[in-house]
């Protein structure tokens, strides 16, 4: 746990020895005020003067801002880790999680719900669009000392100390976070004199970071490409506990096999997986979520053009071969490289149906793209156990350990970690 720990704070360390021009001191400034807003109209005449490293502070600005009033949201109307009772110990969810942070949580309806998922996916989109376009052109780097982001996650209108990325990265994890300082020194070629974190973003970095509003957009596209209503009534109450669902009254009841909430915690569990039965509601959308899933896939690759393409060695977030890695033991070589590439195309080929996903049950694979273009419904049990995979099988190439044998080769069990890495 600590090595890993360690090598995820050392990504985010360096030193402050890289300058930026003016978008991204006023970046800097923002991220460690929480003045998002005012950050963005600094940035505003710069932006239309084609400073595209002002357009990736934008860019990185609409994206953060885009997150906090999400976590904003959730705060609003009670989010909270499930309480599942004695199954916690099975699953590795705490059996006593922690207490709601907002005492005093709004009702949530459906309605609301699918409205803070559409804000969410428009604040990914301004965002990836203001990187793209920053990602063009440039020879900036921008040194961003990424612990001490700060985001007003309760909406009281400041942004605290305890609001900071290393104060909530060190409390979900149980550390204190001079832990993550301390761990980033150790493991960094130039640890930061003074416990900072700091990365040098460049127009490399725009790519990825689209990317990944992407990863964020997709997900909550496919929530709303259809009509989850009932399973937001049936289990929702489990993450919104205080919130007005249907169910909440009832996260405790009667003893059937272990305990009360045990036992209601299962019933929900199953209620959860029951209700994994959406309509399609928004065609268009579903459509999208294959289109975002795509994107990602080319942004990594762009990301990848840009960061072959540079000369100089400046706190990168992933090197190339010929730069320095900031963590010794993930030096990135061609090697990786080729075996990234080779990874992406297995990608594209199943989002374009061209390799097939298997399915357990049939010797027939399973075609992704026709599911995105023609689902008018996803049961996910009825997909699993068979039935409602047929509309979707057909011959051809099955993705099986060939498609990603370059990869898992090279990146073996830490194939996830470069995953997330890379992006």
């Known amino acids: 746990m600590m090595k890993h720990l360690a090598a995820l704070a050392a990504i985010l360390a360096g030193t402050a020895g890289v300058t930026a021009g003016e978008g991204g001191d006023i970046l800097a400034t923002t991220l460690q005020s929480g003045d998002f807003a005012s950050g963005l109209e600094s940035l505003q005449p710069l932006v239309e003067s084609g400073d595209t490293e002002a357009g990736f502070a934008a860019g990185v600005l609409t994206v953060v801002g885009g997150i906090e009033s999400f976590s904003q949201a959730l705060y609003r109307h009670g989010l909270t880790a499930p309480r599942i009772g004695m199954i916690g110990a099975f699953v590795g969810v705490p059996v006593t999680p922690p207490v709601t942070a907002n005492t005093d949580p709004q009702p949530l309806t459906y309605e609301e719900l699918r409205t803070i998922l559409e804000d969410l996916t428009d604040a990914m989109d301004e965002g990836r669009d203001l990187l793209v376009a920053a990602g063009e052109s440039g020879d900036y780097v921008v040194p961003l000392d990424v612990m001490a982001i700060r985001l007003d996650i309760d909406g009281n209108g400041t942004a605290e100390d305890g609001e900071t990325v290393a104060a909530m990265l060190a409390g979900q994890l149980g550390l204190e976070p001079a832990d993550l300082a301390g761990a980033s020194k150790s493991m960094s070629k130039t640890g930061s004199s003074d416990g900072g974190f700091v990365v040098g973003f460049d127009r490399a970095d725009a790519f990825w970071l689209a990317g990944y509003t992407q990863v964020v957009a997709a997900q909550a596209d496919f929530l709303l490409a259809h009509d989850f209503e009932p399973m937001f009534d049936a289990s929702f109450h489990r993450i919104f506990p205080e919130a007005g669902l249907p169910m909440q009254d009832y996260a405790s009841g009667g003893t059937l096999a272990m305990d009360p909430e045990s036992d209601a915690a299962i019933a929900d569990i199953i209620a959860f997986i029951h209700t994994f039965n959406f309509e399609v509601v928004d065609v268009d959308r579903l459509h999208d979520v294959r289109a975002r899933l795509k994107s990602i896939a080319n942004f990594s690759r762009r990301n990848w053009e840009a960061i072959l393409a540079e000369t100089d060695?400046?706190?990168?977030?992933?090197?190339?071969?010929?730069?320095?890695?900031?963590?010794?033991?993930?030096?990135?070589?061609?090697?990786?490289?080729?075996?990234?590439?080779?990874?992406?195309?297995?990608?594209?080929?199943?989002?374009?149906?061209?390799?097939?996903?298997?399915?357990?049950?049939?010797?027939?694979?399973?075609?992704?793209?026709?599911?995105?273009?023609?689902?008018?419904?996803?049961?996910?049990?009825?997909?699993?156990?068979?039935?409602?995979?047929?509309?979707?099988l057909k011959d051809g190439p099955i993705a099986d350990a060939d498609a990603f044998r370059e990869g898992m080769e090279i990146f073996g069990e830490d194939f996830p970690g470069f995953a997330i890495w890379f992006n």
Do not use: C, K, N
């Not at 990786?336 to 694979?365: C, K």
């Open 313 to 392: 060695d400046e706190r990168e977030l992933v090197p190339s071969p010929t730069q320095t890695s900031i963590v010794p033991e993930m030096a990135v070589t061609q090697e990786v490289v080729d075996a990234w590439m080779a990874t992406l195309d297995s990608v594209e080929a199943i989002l374009d149906g061209e390799l097939l996903i298997p399915h357990w049950r049939f010797r027939q694979g399973f075609d992704l793209a026709a599911y995105f273009e023609s689902a008018s419904r996803t049961d996910a049990v009825m997909i699993f156990t068979g039935y409602g995979a047929l509309p979707y």
